[in-house]
């Protein structure tokens, strides 16, 4: 099986970042929910903790598309956008792997 994977690289707003990592947990729950969502990893940047890249992983890509346009995403994702956070975000393809899987 193919993996369809998805990063978002988050920027958190410079007040307190509580309220903007509890509604990210809530998207997190909601997508648990989807068929086709495999799983993902919050990882936080060392040098600068407003930095975090979420690493999603789908069934497929008309999955993750079905759950991004749900009118429950959206508004999920509208709570984050509301709180200052920023996302770049998109479905990507491996171009090349190195070492012993990958890893």
């Known amino acids: 099986m193919t993996e369809h994977t998805f ?10 970042e509580t309220l903007a990592l509890e509604a990210w947990a809530a ?33 497929s890509e008309e ?10 995403f959206k508004s999920l994702s509208q709570k984050l956008t509301d709180l200052g956070v920023k996302r770049i975000a998109g479905l990507y393809d491996t171009l090349r792997e190195f070492g012993a899987g990958g890893n």
């Open 7 to 16: 990063f978002n690289v988050i920027t958190l707003p410079d007040n307190d």
């Open 27 to 59: 998207v997190g729950t909601w997508m648990e929910q989807q068929p086709g969502f495999l799983g993902s990893t919050l990882y936080r940047n060392r040098m600068n903790p407003k930095i975090l890249i979420n690493k999603g992983r789908y069934e």
């Open 63 to 72: 999955a993750f598309l079905a759950a991004a346009s749900s009118p429950e």
